[in-house]
Nanobody, 121 residues
Framework: QVQLVESGGGLVQAGGSLRLSCAVSGRTFAAYDMGWFRQAPRKEREFVAT????????YYADSVKGRFTISIDNAKNTVYLQMNSLKPEDTAVYYCAAGAWGTHSSGYQYWGQGTQVTVSS
C-alpha cells in the first residue's frame, strides 16, 4: 500500500506563488510515477502535471505550462508542485497521485486527500 499526504495549500493573491508537497510512503513507492490533479467546485477533476519517479519526462496541462513546475526529491520521497503567477482560475483542491505516467486519472492507483488552493483576484 502507498500513502500520499499533500501539504502547502492556502490562500494567495493573483500573481503569487505556492509550493505544494506530497510525501510518499509505503512499500515499493519507487515503482510509481507521480501526478498532480485538481478539482474546482462544480467541475471535473483535471490533469495538472506528471513526472516519472526518476524525475524524467515532466509533462504539463496547457493551462499551467510555463507557470507550474513538478519535481521529485527521491531522498525525501516527496513530490513537489511549484506554482508561480497564480490566477483565480487555479483555485481548486489539488491532489497528488501515484501510478502510471500520464494525463488520465484512471492510470493512477493511489491518491492523497487533497489540499485547497485559493487564489484571490
Amino acid at each position: 500500500q502507498v500513502q500520499l499526504v499533500e501539504s502547502g495549500g492556502g490562500l494567495v493573491q493573483a500573481g503569487g506563488s505556492l509550493r505544494l508537497s506530497c510525501a510518499v510512503s509505503g512499500r515499493t513507492f519507487a515503482a510509481y510515477d507521480m501526478g498532480w490533479f485538481r478539482q474546482a467546485p462544480r467541475k471535473e477533476r483535471e490533469f495538472v502535471a506528471t513526472i516519472t519517479w526518476s524525475g524524467g519526462s515532466p509533462y504539463y496541462a496547457d493551462s499551467v505550462k510555463g507557470r507550474f513546475t513538478i519535481s521529485i526529491d527521491n531522498a525525501k520521497n516527496t513530490v513537489y508542485l511549484q506554482m508561480n503567477s497564480l490566477k483565480p482560475e487555479d483555485t481548486a483542491v489539488y491532489y497528488c497521485a501515484a501510478g502510471a505516467w500520464g494525463t488520465h486519472s484512471s492510470g493512477y492507483q493511489y491518491w492523497g486527500q487533497g489540499t485547497q488552493v485559493t487564489v484571490s483576484s
